[in-house]
């Protein structure tokens, strides 16, 4: 499993990332293009430096696949939606979560609006 990164224009393969142990679901850019984040069906998210390309964080403690995942606007925040039937924030600092919303049922996708006030989710 990886990212594989392309430049849009003449459509090269310009990267890839890896350390997925199984199929990525979702990807995210930060909004400054600094970092890239995917989820997996490894319950985990990974973090890289799009500077780099090497992998910065790694968040965990997901029970169940990972199918969706995106940076707050500024970046100091990750989401993380699972089957689990959680979404979890993460403190992009610290890489630690700093909250669990039970949602109910399993989490097939996110979207956070640009103030981070509100988080959608789709089941």
Do not use: P
């Amino acid at each position: 499993a990886a990212v594989r990164l392309y430049e849009v224009k003449s459509g090269s393969l310009l990267d890839t990332l890896s350390g997925h142990t199984a199929s990525i679901l979702d990807i995210d850019f930060s909004s400054d293009e600094k970092l890239i984040m995917a989820a997996g069906n490894d319950a985990r998210a990974l973090i890289w430096s799009m500077e780099t390309k090497r992998q910065r964080m790694v968040l965990t403690g997901h029970t169940s696949k990972i199918c969706a995942c995106s940076f707050s606007t500024d970046a100091k925040q990750a989401y993380t939606g699972s089957y689990d039937r959680t979404v979890r924030i993460w403190d992009m600092q610290t890489g630690r979560k700093s909250h669990t919303i039970d949602c109910g049922s399993a989490v097939n996708y996110l979207s956070v609006c640009a103030g981070g006030n509100i988080l959608g989710t789709a089941h």
